[in-house]
Nanobody, 123 residues
Framework: QVQLVESGGGLVQAGGSLRLSCVASGRTVSSFVMGWIRQAPGKEREFVAAITWSSGRTYYGDSVKGRFAISWDIAKNTVSLQMNSLKPEDTAVYYC????????????????WGQGTQVTVSS
């Protein structure tokens, strides 16, 4: 089992920044891909970003490229998402998730999920 705990959500004005963090514990995560998935009200879950724990290779959804940055601190088992130039359409619940196998940009392939943290961007 893997436990994921997110923090850092909140309310911010358009153009502002927020940083989300996710602490992983439990089963060894070194072979996982860690991702951020978001879900806005009435919409399907959307892939945001992912990082390969072992190599640090990163992947981004098209809607956040150039604005968001995912990073990790191996010593602290922590994955972070720096979100800049936020837009109202970024408003959603953001979930940290762990992928054991599958496609990194497919939310349904992620095996473990955190409880989610709300991000609200006002216009």
């Amino acid at each position: 089992q893997v436990q994921l705990v997110e923090s850092g959500g909140g309310l911010v004005q358009a153009g502002g920044s927020l940083r989300l963090s996710c602490v992983a514990s439990g089963r060894t995560v070194s072979s996982f891909v860690m991702g951020w998935i978001r879900q806005a009200p009435g919409k399907e879950r959307e892939f945001v970003a992912a990082i390969t724990w072992s190599s640090g290779r990163t992947y981004y959804g098209d809607s956040v490229k150039g604005r968001f940055a995912i990073s990790w601190d191996i010593a602290k088992n922590t994955v972070s998402l720096q979100m800049n130039s936020l837009k109202p359409e970024d408003t959603a619940v953001y979930y940290c998730a762990a992928l054991l196998s599958g496609i990194y940009f497919s939310p349904s392939d992620y095996a473990y999920w955190g409880q989610g943290t709300q991000v609200t961007v006002s216009s």
